[in-house]
Every structure is written in structure tokens, then in C-alpha cells.
């Protein structure tokens, strides 16, 4: 069977040149290692509907969707609120993601902060994995 893999890049700062995609050519090749070859790249701006549409068009024809940006403190990274809309779930506190950002905060010797903490705000029953050289993925 081939694997259908497709790539969503998410970000303002990718669509006005502003910063140059070098991640999609990490996935690529860390596929290209298991054997998945990248079928269609689509790069979009931070717009929640935008976001979530696609999200919902490219999921239809993918076995694996891999999203990229917007998962962080900023008021622009909508990927989490745009991945439950998509999935018909809410957003909650994922225990692992807190977790996972107290220690980040420790090793700072940091505050957590609230947008910091929006970080650890995924989609319900969201399942956080680790996978080889790449942080994380969530899979709903």
C-alpha cells in the first residue's frame, strides 16, 4: 500500500517571505528514511477557518497529515483550535503538555506563564508521541 502523506504549513511569516521553509524539507527527508514520500505540500496564512478547511480537505486525502506551525504562545497559532473545530471537539488542557512545559519552565528557571501555558491547550483526547528526531506530533 502507498501511504498517502501530506504536509500543512501554517504560518503569516512563511507566506510573506518574512521566514523560508526549511521544515518541510526535514519531514520530507525523515519520511524519505521509513520509506513515505511527501504526495502534496500545502503552505497557508494564520487564518482560523483557512486553517480548519484545509485541515478537513487535505485529512480526506491523506493517510498521514502532518501539520506544521501554530502550535505556540502566540495569539496568531490557532493550529490546536483549528484542529478540534475540524475534528468536532473542544479544546482542553492536555496533562502531558503541561507537563511537559513545567519542565521546560524549571529548566529556565522560568514563570509559566498563560501564553506559554496555551501551549498545552490541544484538542480533547488529543495523544501527544514522541517520533524519531522530530519533538512531537498529536494524533486525534
Known amino acids: 500500500m502507498n501511504t498517502r502523506v501530506n504536509l500543512l504549513l501554517t504560518g503569516n511569516e512563511l507566506m510573506n ?3 523560508i521553509d526549511t521544515n518541510s524539507i526535514m519531514f520530507a527527508e525523515q519520511l524519505d528514511d521509513i520509506g513515505l514520500n511527501v504526495r502534496k505540500k500545502v503552505t497557508i496564512a494564520d487564518d482560523l477557518a483557512l486553517l480548519q478547511s484545509e485541515i478537513v480537505h487535505l485529512s ?3 493517510d498521514l497529515l502532518i501539520i506544521n506551525g ?3 504562545p502566540t495569539i496568531d497559532d490557532l493550529t490546536s483550535q483549528a484542529l478540534a473545530q475540524a ?3 473542544t479544546v482542553e488542557l492536555n496533562p502531558q503538555a503541561h507537563a511537559h512545559l513545567k519542565v521546560w519552565a524549571e529548566r ?3 514563570q509559566l506563564n498563560q501564553p506559554n501555558l496555551k ?3 490541544l484538542p480533547k ?3 501527544l508521541s514522541p517520533m524519531q528526531r522530530v519533538v512531537q506530533w498529536v494524533s486525534v
Open 17 to 19: 517571505g518574512d521566514v
Open 60 to 62: 480526506q486525502e491523506s
Open 70 to 72: 501554530g502550535l505556540g
Open 87 to 89: 475534528c468536532g471537539v
Open 108 to 110: 529556565r528557571s522560568a
Open 119 to 121: 501551549q498545552a491547550y
Open 125 to 127: 483526547a488529543a495523544i
